[in-house]
């Protein structure tokens, strides 16, 4: 589903990441963790192509996301994206935030967007709140629409940069509860995040990353109880 | 000292044309510039800094040089050149139309750039093309920031319309010297464009602080 060779990227002369090679099968979850700095995000945002790679491959579907000829709009419909800090489109309410993109991007009748929108704000539980505008919402509701907006395409793969570290600990949950619901019927996605006990429950994989590099993969309970390397051992004694 | 109000009213109807003119190339002025404006400020956006250069050199010139300057650059280089005469209305309204166009691009310019960046990179990520999300998501939300400035600008445009009587076009200020030509007297024409000029811009200020206060609870 994914697949990144040796990808590298710096901003400037300073390398962030330095030679990423990574394969993520159709409904896996792969979390990422790593310290500040590490590159976390943006070798999340070198996947839908936020930030342009300066070498090596990635593929999404097979489809070489490095090419110039490669249609990266038509990649990004199939690759939704959440955002710590949501990204909501405040000028619009939250039915429109989520109709917005199917109707501009896919020619979606409105009608059918509608639907579809209404249909997906039930999912997140917020159904109640399609007419009203997102500044009026909490932190938690937030990420659930921004869930819901990037659900509208119908992408193939998700991803989240620290879905929840901008949130109340009290709104945490009911973020991480959709999340969980998603990777139940079977949504690939990668998840950049420091909540621990949800790469535990519901990742397939973790991803440690450190200064660039993936320093260290297992499943979740080898890696969290069997660290192989210092440095994933030095990290989790900080944070676990 | 006897203050002839007689006299006012006497030129009450010139004054009263002047208006009308201050009021009709003002709005003009403004119309046309925030067109050119926005198409300027877009130039000067491009990332390509050869491109931009021209965008950035018409900000810098009209920014730069005083109104005054412009107009008689205008009146008597630039219209003559294009139409073989000079016609003071055209002159007026040209200038004030690139003097305005010039401060607009820069409001334009701070108002796209004001909005998070977020904002265009979800947009980007649910596939919208740049112009999709420029359309749709950073644009409407860049010109209600752009309503106060732009107003402003109005004002401040309004004012300046007053240097085309140099040029003859028939506005306040034609008649007021109009008026101090005639009856050589000094407080009564120049009283009463400041008054005039003084109930417009009160006037548009507060039209301006409804809108945006409109702006605000949508
Ligand atoms: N647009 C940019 N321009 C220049 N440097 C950048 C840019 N974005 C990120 N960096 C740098 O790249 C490095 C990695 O940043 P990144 O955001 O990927 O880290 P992260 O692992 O997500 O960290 P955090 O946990 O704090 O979010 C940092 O040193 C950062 O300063
Ligand atoms: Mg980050």
């Known amino acids: 589903m994914i697949k990144v060779e040796n990808l590298k ?24 963790i790593g310290p500040s700095g590490s590159g976390k995000s943006t070798f999340l945002r070198c996947l839908n192509l936020l930030e342009t790679v300066t070498g090596g491959h990635v593929y999404i579907g097979g489809v070489d996301l490095t090419d110039k ?15 710590q800090q949501f990204n909501l489109f405040p000028h619009k309410t939250v039915l429109q935030n989520i109709m917005l993109a199917p109707m501009t991007v896919k020619n979606v009748q409105q009608e059918k967007a509608k639907q579809k929108a209404l249909e997906l704000l039930r999912k997140v539980g917020l159904e109640d709140k399609a007419e009203v505008y997102p500044d009026s919402l909490s932190g938690g509701q937030k990420q659930r ?4 907006r990037a659900l509208a395409m119908e992408p193939k793969i998700m991803l989240f940069d620290e ?3 901008a949130l109340d600990p009290e709104m945490v949950g009911e973020v991480l509860e959709v999340m969980k619901q998603l990777a139940k019927e079977g949504m690939t996605m990668v998840v950049v995040t420091h909540e621990m006990g949800f790469a535990r429950e519901v990742g397939d994989r973790v991803l440690f990353m450190d200064g660039g590099y993936i320093v260290e993969e297992n499943v979740p309970k080898e890696l969290f109880e069997n660290p192989q390397q210092e440095r994933t051992k030095s990290f989790l004694s900080k944070v676990l | 000292m006897d203050f002839r109000f007689d006299l006012i009213g006497e030129y009450m109807p010139y004054f009263i044309e002047g208006t009308f003119y201050t009021i009709g190339v003002s709005l003009i002025g403004i119309l046309l510039g925030t067109i ?4 300027i400020g877009l130039g000067k956006m491009m990332k390509n800094k050869v491109l931009a250069f021209p965008f950035n050199l018409h900000i810098a010139f009209y920014r730069g040089t005083p109104f005054f300057v412009q107009i008689y650059l205008i009146h008597f280089g630039l219209i003559p050149a294009l139409i073989g005469t000079t016609n003071g209305l055209v002159a007026g309204i040209v200038a004030l139309t690139l003097n305005a166009s010039a401060y607009i691009a820069e409001i334009f310019r701070a108002g796209i750039q004001s909005i998070d960046k977020g904002q265009m990179e979800a947009a980007r990520s649910l596939g ?15 010109f209600k920031r752009m309503v106060p400035p732009l107003g402003n600008e109005f004002i401040v445009l309004l004012k300046e319309s007053s240097i085309l009587a ?6 306040i200020m034609y008649w007021s010297r109009a008026f101090q030509g005639q009856y050589y007297k000094v ?14 811009t009160m006037v548009l200020s507060f039209l301006l602080r409804r809108l945006e206060k409109r702006l605000a609870t949508e």
């Open chain 1, 9 to 32: 990227k710096h901003f400037g002369n300073n390398e962030v990441l330095k030679d990423i090679s990574v394969s993520i099968n159709p409904k896996e979850v792969v979390v990422v």
């Open chain 1, 69 to 83: 000829k490669t249609n990266i709009n038509k990649v990004r419909t199939e690759v939704g994206m959440v955002f």
């Open chain 1, 145 to 148: 629409v921004a869930i819901a």
């Open chain 1, 163 to 165: 879905p929840t570290s």
């Open chain 2, 36 to 39: 050119l404006g926005l198409l």
């Open chain 2, 128 to 142: 919208m093309s740049h112009v999709q999300a420029m359309r749709h998501i950073i644009l409407p939300q860049a």
């Open chain 2, 166 to 171: 140099l040029v003859a076009v028939p506005e």
């Open chain 2, 187 to 200: 407080w009564e024409p120049y009283l009463t464009a400041a008054v005039i000029y003084f109930v417009l």
